[in-house]
């Protein structure tokens, strides 16, 4: 099974920007569709983007798209996620999370295999 960690959450002002990083490790983690999802308080955890693992095909949800970006480097195993022109609305805990051979995204999150520990985002007003 794959292992995430997560790193570049913070505090940021709306308008503002991040970027996400997800180092992935174990074996076959080539084999993974990842992706990212969040939870606010209050709120279901909700899918936000991710890439399929053999195509790299990628998917967003309504309320993201054109404002962030996923990419992935398979040199380093590593995820990421851009996120510009940031909204309070996207405050929340970010979650890694893989799916072994995933091919199309949102995945149920009871499909997904691994998740990281998650990153803190808060975008203020």
């Known amino acids: 099974q794959v292992q995430l960690v997560e790193s570049g959450g913070g505090l940021v002002q709306a308008g503002g920007s991040l970027r996400l990083s997800c180092a992935a490790s174990?074996?076959?983690?080539?084999?993974?569709?990842t992706g990212w999802f969040r939870h606010a308080p209050g709120k279901e955890r909700e899918f936000v983007a991710g890439?399929?693992?053999?195509?790299?095909?990628?998917y967003y949800s309504d309320s993201v798209k054109g404002r962030f970006t996923i990419s992935r480097d398979n040199a380093k195993n590593t995820l990421y996620l851009q996120m510009n022109s940031l909204k309070p609305e996207d405050t929340a805990v970010y979650y890694c999370?893989?799916?072994?051979?995933?091919?199309?995204?949102?995945?149920?999150?009871?499909?997904?295999?691994?998740w990281g520990q998650g990153t803190q985002v808060t975008v203020s007003s």
């Open positions: 174990g074996r076959s983690s080539s084999n993974y569709a």
């Open positions: 999370a893989a799916a072994l051979y995933g091919n199309r995204w949102p995945i149920p999150k009871t499909h997904i295999d691994s």
């Open positions: 890439i399929t693992w053999s195509a790299g095909i990628t």
